[in-house]
């Protein structure tokens, strides 16, 4: 068995644009007021609040540009937001819809082909650990079922490193 970490966007990405910067098209994030459920943070996982603030952007959760290197509308609390942290579990915003699609990405973050697959919430962590456990897959994108937008990644938990004895 796998263990995984649900990983939230990273906090500098989320910085880089709450200090004012530019999303993936070059473009100001726009600004919207959440009516609601349908509004998860990609930097805590938990879903932005009926009245609240939010920045709606272009983002591409890789490292370069790429013909896999998808780009799409994601949202975060307009405000600074701690970034999710409870990482062994599944995040709040992976309850808000009955099935996401898992998606396997490799060491050159290209698409796994035959990894994909529309996947039930509580099968979230079963595929993710399977998928996790071929040798072709680096890390897991979990995206909206219904639209492909990112959510978060999923990856492989590392172990603590052993400690050495003095004996």
């Not at 530019?22 to 959440?34: C, F, G, I, K, L």
């Not at 079963?126 to 998928?131: A, I, N, Q, T, V």
Request: hydrophobic share 35%.
């Amino acid at each position: 068995m796998t263990a995984l970490r649900f990983v939230a966007m990273p906090t500098a990405d989320a910085e880089h644009l709450w200090n004012g910067g530019r999303d993936a098209y070059d473009r100001h994030p726009e600004t919207m007021v959440s009516d609601g459920p349908g509004h998860p943070c990609r930097h805590c996982l938990d879903n932005i609040d009926e009245g609240e603030e939010l920045l709606v952007f272009a983002y591409r959760p890789f490292p370069e540009l790429q013909p896999y290197a998808e780009t799409g509308p994601i949202f975060l609390h307009k405000q600074p937001c701690r970034r999710y942290a409870a990482e062994e579990i599944l995040p709040p915003t992976l309850t808000t819809s009955p099935d996401f699609i898992l998606r396997g990405y490799n060491q050159d973050n290209r698409i796994v082909y035959g990894s994909g697959a529309v996947t039930l919430i509580g099968e979230i962590a079963s595929y993710g650990e399977k998928l996790l456990a071929r040798s072709d897959v680096a890390y897991v994108h979990v995206r909206s079922a219904r639209n492909n937008c990112f959510q978060c990644r999923i990856d492989k938990a590392k172990a603590p490193a052993l400690a050495e004895t003095g004996a």
